[in-house]
């Protein structure tokens, strides 16, 4: 599970349902969850988790998608097994992890130190309380 520290920026509310931006660094990351810790409000410090197979890894940053989080990383390391290939990324001086098949990491000839795109949903973001 990779878990960062943001900053929550804005926070929209329809009845139960809250969209919050929170800023990492440069780069927004934004969150759908379906309860909002009465604590938590604009300029609040929150550490995140995010499951590494959830992060999916792109080289086309324009490509259009229904992603709502698009974040630029940088390969730190590449380690294949038989199936999975785990990839470590710097993101904004967190490290972070990308679980993506060994097939997937070839044909996209990943290579360290590369920049790469990091797409994963709003509701894939979880809180960490």
Known sequence: MNQLSVKVIHIQ?????????????KQHIYILILELNPNIEV????RVSIKSTNIVLSKEKKALNSFDN???????AIE???????????LEGFKIESIVTVSASKRMNLQINSK?????NASDVSIDI
């Open 13 to 25: 509310q329809v009845e139960t349902l809250y969209y919050l931006t929170c800023q990492l660094g």
């Open 43 to 46: 300029n609040s410090q929150i």
């Open 70 to 76: 698009l974040l630029i990383g940088q390969i730190l």
């Open 80 to 90: 294949n097994g038989q199936i999975l290939s785990s990839i470590s990324l710097d």
């Open 116 to 120: 790469i795109s990091l797409l994963f």
